[in-house]
């Protein structure tokens, strides 16, 4: 492996996870590889591809990307070729004779070129040495780039007559995402391999600007030597952009899918080959465009999700430089992104699904925690998390309120539980809850058992979140681990300074009441969802479960805000149910 990495790529180690992707493939097993941006996925198929024996068929998402990689290949000498619409008819007769004489040690095609059955006969009279997914993210439903296509493809793949190995990349891809894959393509646990997404040479920022067309005038000025994308919306903001800065004589250029193939075409090659050093565009620009050495993103939008906002983010500082990716973020961009959910023909499960990515996306834009740390436990909620020190956030000087002794008393009490829990019952343990679960574990005898009984439950978890971002704390399925870091904590005079937090609540602890909930205040919330079950003629725990109805009881939100942090509350729901609970929790409150 290494002498062919050095010999055709002139590397001479691998980065983390190539060569474990690699191994897996030449033993024979369907892999799944999740590297970040920048990561060198395309070589963890390549340098199996160069010592398998046949050719390998790379199914990929775009023109460009697959031109790309075919001239990358080809200015090392390896035979490589592409199949797609752009050619004609006797360009891609050629290609089938070099593919069937077994010329071609790559070959690859859009997911929409096995439709074609002459295609499909054709992959049955060659030597096929492995088959590559790139850009996999797509073919699951919840990836932010879903192709009804990529699934399609998977079982014609299975259908050829030929026993190979299938390898899955990609850069953005949720734990529900992954698992998606790994369950179309007969994937093994033992056979993914995943990387953090950190990237330490990006530095994350969002910036709530209200003018955001001075803060990209004034920013381009200043970094007039840099290469940069600058992502918009829609086709209208990125065109008025751009004349804002041509008028400002800046060298740049614009993109986006309403244009010409022809003027895409020169749009990209003028960023690719220094013409122009700024491209201002919708995200229909950036897939597979290897241009390593782009200083900055800045999105004069925000995204609909996280994983569209780190794929493209993510296509600067691919060199390992420095590089920023700044967040242009606005109230207004939620509306868009909310027209955009309801008014799609999709099923009412995939759009709440939406909204939650969406929520998650807003969150990102108003968190205090570390912007980098906030993205990696996105993707991957088990890695444990360290601040950057470089986001927005981290250099911010807004954590005035020194949480030392609380930070203590949490981690003492998560120490001395029996076995490692969870959030709610750490918090339950704190406040001094009586459940039948802290009773049956004897929590309540601990001695930080309602240690902190005059906190509230929003304030311990900020507290706890605090801890976990600050790596004091790990987190595995969903369950609370003191790290090793923490005996500095306890023993030295270490200081750990957080947001001011403290508000005023009238949220009491219920210790009379199993799990804490207000039984009163539950019944009204049933009276309300039956009344809604009946006028809108759906079952009653379609619109909330009674453990949804139970977490509003208990912890009595105010506020879509608070809401959306309870299980079961997703973004149709937050809009459409929760108003009237909310009137409800108000009213009961006002008179209890």
Same mark, same amino acid.
């Given at each position: 492996?290494?002498?062919?990495?050095?010999?055709?790529?002139?590397?001479?180690?691998?980065?983390?996870?190539?060569?474990?992707?690699?191994?897996? !493939?030449?033993?024979?097993?369907?892999?799944?590889?999740?590297?970040?941006?920048?990561?060198?996925?395309?070589?963890?198929?390549? !340098? /199996?591809? $160069?010592?398998?024996?046949?050719?390998? %068929?790379?199914?990929?998402?775009?023109?460009?990307?697959?031109?790309?990689?075919?001239?990358?290949?080809?200015?090392?000498?390896?035979?490589?070729?592409?199949?797609?619409?752009?050619?004609?008819?006797?360009?891609?007769?050629?290609?089938?004779?070099?593919?069937?004489?077994?010329? &071609?040690?790559? $070959?690859?095609?859009?997911?929409?070129?096995?439709?074609?059955?002459?295609?499909?006969?054709?992959?049955? +009279?060659?030597?096929?040495? &492995?088959?590559?997914?790139?850009?996999? +993210?797509?073919?699951?439903?919840?990836?932010?780039?879903?192709?009804?296509?990529?699934?399609?493809?998977?079982?014609?793949?299975?259908?050829?007559?030929?026993?190979?190995?299938?390898?899955?990349?990609?850069?953005?891809?949720?734990?529900?995402?992954?698992?998606?894959?790994?369950?179309?393509?007969?994937?093994?646990?033992?056979?993914?391999?995943?990387?953090?997404?950190?990237?330490?040479?990006?530095?994350?920022?969002?910036?709530?600007?209200?003018?955001?067309?001075?803060?990209?005038?004034?920013?381009? =000025?200043?970094?007039?030597?840099?290469?940069?994308? !600058?992502?918009?919306?829609?086709?209208?903001?990125?065109?008025?952009?751009?004349?804002?800065?041509?008028?400002?004589?800046?060298?740049?250029?614009?993109? +986006?899918?309403?244009?010409?193939? =022809?003027?895409?075409?020169?749009?990209?090659?003028?960023?690719?080959?220094?013409?122009?050093?700024?491209?201002?565009?919708?995200?229909?620009?950036?897939?597979?465009?290897?241009?390593?050495?782009?200083?900055?993103?800045?999105?004069?939008?925000?995204?609909?999700?996280?994983?569209?906002?780190?794929?493209?983010?993510?296509?600067?500082?691919?060199?390992?430089?420095?590089?920023?990716?700044?967040?242009?973020?606005?109230?207004?961009?939620?509306? &868009?992104?909310?027209?955009?959910?309801?008014?799609?023909?999709?099923?009412?499960?995939?759009?709440?699904?939406?909204?939650?990515?969406?929520?998650?996306? %807003?969150?990102?834009?108003?968190?205090?925690?570390? #912007?980098?740390?906030?993205?990696?436990?996105?993707?991957? /909620?088990?890695?444990?998390?360290?601040?950057?020190?470089?986001?927005?956030?981290?250099?911010?000087?807004?954590?005035?309120?020194?949480?030392?002794?609380?930070?203590?008393?949490?981690?003492?009490?998560?120490?001395?539980?029996?076995?490692?829990?969870?959030?709610?019952?750490?918090?339950?343990?704190?406040?001094?809850?009586?459940?039948?679960?802290?009773?049956?574990?004897?929590?309540?005898? #601990?001695?930080?058992?309602?240690?902190?009984?005059?906190?509230?439950?929003?304030?311990?978890?900020?507290?706890?979140?605090?801890?976990?971002?600050?790596?004091?704390?790990?987190?595995?399925?969903?369950?609370?681990?003191?790290?090793?870091?923490?005996?500095? $904590?306890?023993?030295?005079?270490?200081? %750990?300074?957080?947001?001011?937090?403290? @508000?005023?609540?009238?949220?009491?602890?219920?210790?009379?009441?199993?799990?804490?909930?207000?039984? =009163?205040?539950?019944? @009204?919330?049933?009276?309300?969802?039956? =009344?809604?079950?009946?006028?809108?003629?759906?079952?009653?725990?379609?619109?909330?479960?009674?453990?949804? &109805?139970?977490?509003?009881?208990?912890?009595?939100?105010?506020?879509?805000?608070?809401?959306?942090?309870?299980?079961?509350?997703?973004?149709?729901?937050?809009?459409?149910?929760?108003?009237?609970?909310?009137?409800?929790?108000?009213?009961?409150?006002?008179?209890?």
């Amino acid at each position: 492996m290494e002498q062919t990495l050095s010999h055709y790529f002139g590397y001479q180690s691998f980065r983390p996870g190539q060569k474990e992707i690699i191994s897996h !493939i030449l033993n024979g097993n369907h892999t799944l590889g999740v590297l970040p941006t920048g990561g060198g996925k395309s070589i963890c198929y390549q !340098i /199996p591809g $160069l010592i398998l024996e046949g050719t390998t %068929i790379v199914i990929s998402p775009l023109i460009s990307l697959m031109k790309d990689q075919v001239d990358q290949l080809n200015s090392m000498g390896i035979a490589a070729a592409y199949l797609n619409s752009s050619q004609s008819t006797a360009a891609q007769k050629e290609v089938e004779d070099d593919l069937k004489q077994g010329n &071609l040690k790559f $070959l690859y095609v859009a997911p929409e070129r096995f439709e074609s059955s002459y295609f499909q006969q054709l992959l049955t +009279h060659i030597s096929i040495a &492995l088959v590559a997914f790139d850009e996999a +993210h797509c073919i699951s439903k919840w990836g932010h780039d879903f192709r009804p296509s990529y699934q399609a493809v998977i079982h014609k793949v299975f259908a050829i007559p030929q026993v190979f190995p299938i390898v899955a990349l990609t850069a953005t891809a949720t734990v529900e995402v992954q698992q998606d894959i790994m369950s179309r393509l007969n994937i093994d646990g033992e056979y993914v391999i995943k990387t953090s997404i950190r990237r330490r040479n990006l530095v994350f920022k969002v910036n709530p600007t209200y003018q955001r067309q001075k803060f990209i005038t004034d920013y381009v =000025k200043q970094h007039d030597k840099d290469a940069g994308i !600058i992502y918009c919306s829609t086709r209208k903001q990125v065109e008025a952009l751009y004349e804002a800065l041509e008028e400002e004589n800046f060298s740049v250029s614009f993109y +986006h899918a309403g244009m010409s193939a =022809k003027l895409r075409e020169e749009a990209q090659n003028d960023f690719l080959y220094d013409r122009t050093r700024v491209v201002v565009a919708t995200n229909a620009f950036g897939m597979g465009i290897d241009k390593s050495n782009v200083r900055y993103v800045i999105h004069y939008n925000m995204p609909g999700d996280l994983e569209s906002y780190y794929q493209e983010a993510g296509r600067a500082g691919r060199d390992g430089l420095k590089s920023e990716c700044i967040l242009l973020f606005s109230d207004r961009d939620i509306s &868009l992104h909310e027209y955009f959910i309801t008014s799609s023909k999709a099923d009412d499960d995939y759009k709440e699904r939406m909204g939650e990515k969406l929520n998650k996306m %807003i969150q990102y834009t108003k968190t205090n925690k570390c #912007l980098e740390a906030t993205l990696v436990h996105y993707f991957e /909620p088990n890695e444990n998390l360290e601040e950057c020190q470089q986001c927005s956030n981290c250099i911010a000087k807004t954590k005035t309120y020194n949480m030392t002794k609380e930070a203590k008393m949490i981690i003492s009490c998560v120490a001395r539980l029996k076995q490692s829990e969870s959030y709610q019952v750490v918090i339950q343990v704190l406040r001094g809850e009586t459940t039948d679960y802290i009773k049956y574990q004897n929590y309540d005898s #601990l001695s930080t058992y309602g240690i902190m009984k005059d906190y509230t439950t929003s304030e311990l978890h900020h507290l706890i979140d605090e801890l976990r971002f600050k790596g004091f704390l790990n987190e595995r399925d969903e369950i609370l681990l003191c790290d090793t870091s923490v005996q500095k $904590l306890l023993q030295a005079d270490a200081q %750990i300074y957080t947001v001011p937090f403290k @508000q005023k609540s009238k949220e009491t602890v219920h210790i009379n009441t199993i799990e804490g909930v207000d039984r =009163k205040l539950f019944e @009204q919330l049933v009276e309300v969802r039956f =009344k809604m079950s009946q006028r809108l003629n759906i079952p009653p725990t379609n619109i909330f479960s009674d453990l949804t &109805l139970e977490a509003f009881a208990k912890r009595k939100p105010t506020t879509k805000e608070d809401m959306i942090q309870i299980e079961g509350v997703g973004s149709y729901k937050l809009k459409h149910y929760c108003p009237q609970f909310l009137e409800a929790i108000q009213n009961y409150t006002t008179y209890v």
